[in-house]
């Protein structure tokens, strides 16, 4: 293993302060990934997310997944900001944009879109006006 592939164990203490939002009375619209780009990356932050939000969704108002990386690219140490600002431009147009060069044929097969359930979206989600929109970024 290198230094920079999280073993598991790690991945849920990274995750598992998200379970009180996760369980909370104010269900979470989108969390907003730092989308490696990898395929190890990136199936590990979709367990994580799928082991903290598993059945907190539905299938008529899915968890909505974005990655600005698709977008900007690498930012290195902006990345949180870069996340933060889509987050809040999402929530003023009412708009999660799809994830650039995303489609269903070339999604990582060992992601499971259905335990929570997931909308990793390849063209603009419309985000729910009749409720408050809440988001997390990582």
Not at 34 to 61: A, K, P, R, W, Y
Not at 105 to 130: F, M, Q, R, Y
């Amino acid at each position: 293993k290198s230094r920079s592939t999280p073993v598991g164990g790690t991945v849920r203490h990274i995750f598992t302060p998200l379970g009180s939002l996760a369980n909370s009375n104010a269900p979470h619209s989108f969390i907003e990934t730092h989308g490696t780009g990898t395929s190890l990356g990136d199936l590990m932050e979709m367990q994580g997310i799928n082991e903290v939000f598993q059945g907190s969704h539905s299938h008529q108002h899915p968890l909505i997944i974005g990655a600005a990386k698709t977008c900007v690219g690498h930012t290195e140490s902006a990345a949180g900001l870069v996340g933060i600002v889509k987050t809040l431009a999402s929530f003023k147009r009412g708009t999660v944009p799809g994830l650039t060069h995303f489609n269903e044929k070339n999604i990582n097969p060992g992601i499971d879109v259905d335990a929570v359930p997931l909308k990793i979206p390849s063209e603009p989600v419309i985000l729910g006006s009749e409720e408050i929109n809440r988001a997390i970024v990582l």
